[in-house]
């Protein structure tokens, strides 16, 4: 199945909807303690979180992802996108305060994994990153990993992991389950020393087990979807959507 098809306008109406909500309450997080003007969204899908980021003061974004994406969707200007194949080694030749990725790894090949976070790193020392764990279920989720692994590959490359997001949203039903479990800060060591003492004390210790903060009824509802093959859980993330997207009003 073509990617065209797997994310067409019902998709992103439906990622749209939740992304713009959530990224109003999330990002006001991260602009607490970083200071950004500019920012790359590496699978930006339409734009809308890049959106959000424009209406808290960034002047300055790009929106990566496929050709498929239509350019009359987009929530940013045109001329902010750029088409890139995130599985191969993509480079703009610019570094930005901030570099996203937002439940997109897991829609990548496994073997694209590694070649994804040195696309991350290349742009900037700040990376706000969130992928599928296990069993979370999704569609075209073929690389759902443990946070462990990439915690792991962002280490390898001299990055930490600071987990100042989960702690505060994990209740909040303002923001979509996936960015409010899984959404981590990476930043360079370089940075490490400068942090403020809060921030320092959210850092995750290389090697040290990463704790699943979702609540018991979502851990159960992970466990049943892990074994499927992802084929049955895209069947059933598509009834999802659809049913999403005719009960739910439009978010502007």
């Not at 694209?112 to 700040?126: E, K, M, Q, R, Y």
Request: aromatic share 10%.
């Amino acid at each position: 199945m073509s990617a065209r098809h797997v994310y067409n306008p019902t998709y992103y109406r439906y990622i749209n909807q939740g992304s713009l909500q959530s990224a109003r309450v999330l990002l006001p997080l991260v602009t607490r303690h970083f200071r950004v003007r500019s920012v790359a969204d590496f699978g930006a899908g339409q734009g809308a979180w890049l959106s959000v980021w424009q209406d808290l003061g960034a002047t300055d974004v790009i929106g990566l992802d496929g050709e498929y994406v239509r350019r009359e969707g987009l929530l940013i200007p045109p001329d902010r996108f750029v088409a890139s194949d995130l599985t191969k080694p993509v480079r703009l030749k610019r570094r930005f305060d901030l570099v996203q990725s937002l439940e997109v790894a897991e829609h990548l090949p496994p073997q694209a994994a590694a070649t994804f976070i040195d696309n991350l790193v290349a742009h900037g020392d700040v990376v706000l990153f969130s992928a599928a764990a296990p069993g979370q279920g999704g569609e075209h989720h073929v690389n759902e990993r443990p946070y462990t692994c990439w915690r792991d590959l962002f280490h390898a490359r001299n990055y930490a992991a600071l987990d100042m997001i989960r702690p505060v949203l994990a209740r909040d039903g303002r923001v979509e389950p996936w960015y409010r479990y899984n959404s981590f800060v990476f930043v360079h060591q370089d940075l490490v020393p400068a942090l403020p003492v809060e921030l320092k004390r959210t850092l995750i210790a290389p090697g040290a087990p990463i704790a699943d903060v979702s609540p018991p009824l979502y851990k159960l509802r992970k466990a049943l979807f892990k074994p499927l093959p992802p084929s049955v859980v895209t069947q059933f993330a598509r009834l999802k959507k659809h049913w999403y997207v005719r009960t739910r009003p439009a978010l502007t």
